[in-house]
């Protein structure tokens, strides 16, 4: 196993139009560490030009130490180069294409350097319906959808509850063991992003529908120990993240992302976990 | 005859046996004038002799010079055997002109790589490309096999699909890959052990240092240098690099620019820009493409821009209509929402840039065909030429609406020899894999056509797609849709002008008329004359490339 501690990946899937670049958007406003996007264009990212520190060929840096790559012919190639950075991120987020089954973009979250947190995908509430049953692209729906860890539905705001209740069936029918919420852009960038092991956590102090429990004390004999206690968490539970201490005194943080559980190596100290779940 | 003119330093005419023009006002000739690499005159030596030129040069006296032939669909790839040696079931040509005996069993393989190991520090990697399992009966391809030829270096053998390479342990304990390895793709032994396969790019990326030499070749000189190459050993004078980035990046774009423009370099060159992304960065490849284009010159070309729209039929991952693959429910992925395909599209067309879509499968075609009826409700541009590329499993409807727009099809007609068999067993079923590549329909439609070969997906070279075209016969012997063969002089129009029509180029090169490129495909035979099962097999000597003869260096 290598020392280096590995970066952890996200992959943000779903089809066209289900608000991939508005949460990628909101991920970059909302920074609190140093995140790498990798996104299909620059074009509908919405960057403040204040903002942008330097642009080179496919790469904009940020001021507040983020990165925003695009993708190109090769996303191998933009996370090779990624690890050339002389400052690594902390997380890199992947929009995949709007046709992109998310389990082929996560497949290469296992590049040496990197480990995969997980998929989220969003589902778009006011057009799901006649996605999943069109014939040239339903399929690619369908694969998006059983792909995912974490289900967002979107734009619940703009569809009539019958028309939600319907999408949250052919959802929940394509993957019933996947952990489906109902939520704002922002908040979803909360709950992935920014879940810090305080009690005023970003996602529970402005949300009603989610609330919070931090573990503060939490430790295990080993690796194997710690998974199995991460997996009996409640279904509830839609995300986790805390670093923890086994027995022999090295630590590891855990991410929980909607049903896909990762632990990595750190040199970072304990934390205690926090428990997203919801209500 | 008097002279009208006086010569010029380096006219010249070529007589010949025969020229085939394609051009159909003088389709044959015997001598051809050349000034300033331009076809001055065609026709007889007293016709040329006009010009007042009186260097004759006699050389090709026994030989046919053709229009020369013009490849729209190939990739720059095809040059990657000037650095990764090959090792693939059917023998080739490389580069360079040397002949490699195919690779027929694993043993076979392992001895190659000993014998390249042998010359090899030890540490430093060794990358080989081409292999095709598929022919072979000999055991799997481990690891194990592959730790017989080195233990000292990594191994890494990129596998002619595209989709698997095997490497060896060396390899894997370099990037610890072991059991239970996290990443799908990473292939395993009945025990547990990794076998050293590594399917798809994103399990191939494990081998960090050996993947990223593949990444980079493209970009290469020698790799260029091994395309154009291949192109004039295989009788083409104009070869098409179809959907590349050069021109995202200002340093690839300058060395691009200044290999193609050598002397040595061999052919003429139309490099197509890959349209990628979504549609919020596609006024910026426009303005790029444009940019790039101002830089063009004799030898290098951005005419057209190419969209990757579906996979491949024998992968399964070509969109067709109902009923679908004969062997699954799976019916292919598009690499765009195909709502999104007109957004993508609109500025190039607004732009006046042609656009060839990649479009295997039915569906795909009509979604494609559906994006350009509306583009030109939009926007009337009568010229467009837009062009559906393999066009493998076009319906006659959609050929119809297609020759009703405008467009063009450019047919992957080798595939009926190289996996028709494939189509109907297995993918497609008897009944669409009869009418792939429907050339006699195409024509009775009126749709225009060329063909190509995907070089390296099929080995360069049209007298084999006008052989495929011509006689539609399969490995085992059958003919494969005989309703859809077509005439030799047909096929020899699909592989010239009809070819360089699609890129915007017919002013320029597809015919020996007056005024255009002097480029001539140099002909031991006459396609025409040998038997249709023949063509083939007719030997090239080399190319004359803006008037300048260019010997191939294929070893027979």
Known sequence: ?279 | MTSTQPPHAGDVIYTARLIRTANPSHPTATAIAVRHGKVLSVGTLEDCQQWGITTIDRQFEDKVLTAGFVEAHSHVMTGMYSTFPFVGWFGRHMPDGRWVDAVKSTDELVERLRTIAAEKESGSPIVVAGFDPIYLDTERLSCHHLDEATTQHPIFVYHASGHLATVNSFVLNKYDIGPNHPAPGVGYHGDGQPNGELREPAAMALARDEFRLLGRVVFAPETLDGFGQTMRNAGITTATDLGNVFHNNEEVLKTVLETTEKESFPVRMASVPRILGGPDGIDEMVSRVLTARTHSHDKMHMPVVKMVLDGSIQGFTAVVNWPGYITGEDHGLFLFPPEQVVDLLRPFHQAGIGIHCHCNGSSTSGVFIDAIEQLLREHAWLDHRHTITHAQLITHAQMRKAKNLGMSANFFVNHVWFWGEQHRDFTVGPDRASAMNPCATADRIGLQYSFHTDSPVTPAGHLHTMWAAVNRVTPHGSVLGPNERIEVDRAFHAVTIDAAYQLHMDHLVGSLEVGKYADMTVLEQDPYEVDAMAIRDVPVWGTILGGIPSKSTAQR
Not at chain 1, 166 to 182: D, F, G, H, K, Q
Not at chain 1, 235 to 245: D, L, M, T
């Open chain 1, 1 to 279: 196993m290598t020392p280096t501690p590995r970066i952890p990946v996200l992959v943000i899937g779903g089809y066209l139009g289900a608000g991939k670049t508005t949460l990628i958007n909101n991920v970059l406003s909302s920074a609190t560490q140093r995140i790498a996007v990798v996104v299909n264009d620059f074009g509908s990212v919405n960057i403040d030009a204040s903002l942008i520190r330097e642009r080179h060929n496919d790469t904009i840096e940020l001021t507040n130490g983020c990165i925003c790559c695009a993708v190109g012919e090769s996303l191998a190639d933009v996370l090779f180069s990624i690890l050339d950075r002389t400052e690594l991120p902390e997380v890199v987020v992947i929009e995949a294409s709007g046709v992109a089954n998310p389990a082929a973009v996560a497949a290469f979250a296992h590049i040496e350097g990197f480990h995969h947190l997980g998929n989220v995908v969003l589902v778009d509430g006011t057009h799901a319906l006649e996605t999943s049953k069109d014939p040239l692209v339903g399929r690619t729906f369908s694969l998006q959808v059983q792909a995912a860890h974490l289900l967002a539905i979107t734009k619940s705001d703009e569809a009539t509850d019958s028309v939600i209740s319907e999408v949250r069936s052919i959802v929940s029918s394509l993957a019933p063991s996947t952990p489906l919420v109902l939520t704002t852009s922002a908040t979803l960038s909360s709950l992935m992003m920014n879940v810090a092991p305080h009690a005023d956590s970003a996602v529970t102090a402005t949300h009603t529908e989610f609330s919070t429990t931090t573990l503060s004390h939490v430790s295990a004999q080993d690796e194997k120990q710690l998974f199995a206690f991460l997996q009996n968490f409640p279904p509830n539970v839609v995300r986790a993240k805390g670093i923890v201490e086994l027995a022999n005194g090295d630590r590891r943080l855990v991410q929980k992302v909607g049903s896909t559980i990762s632990i990595s190596q750190t040199e970072l100290p304990t934390t205690g976990l926090v428990l997203i779940s919801l209500k």
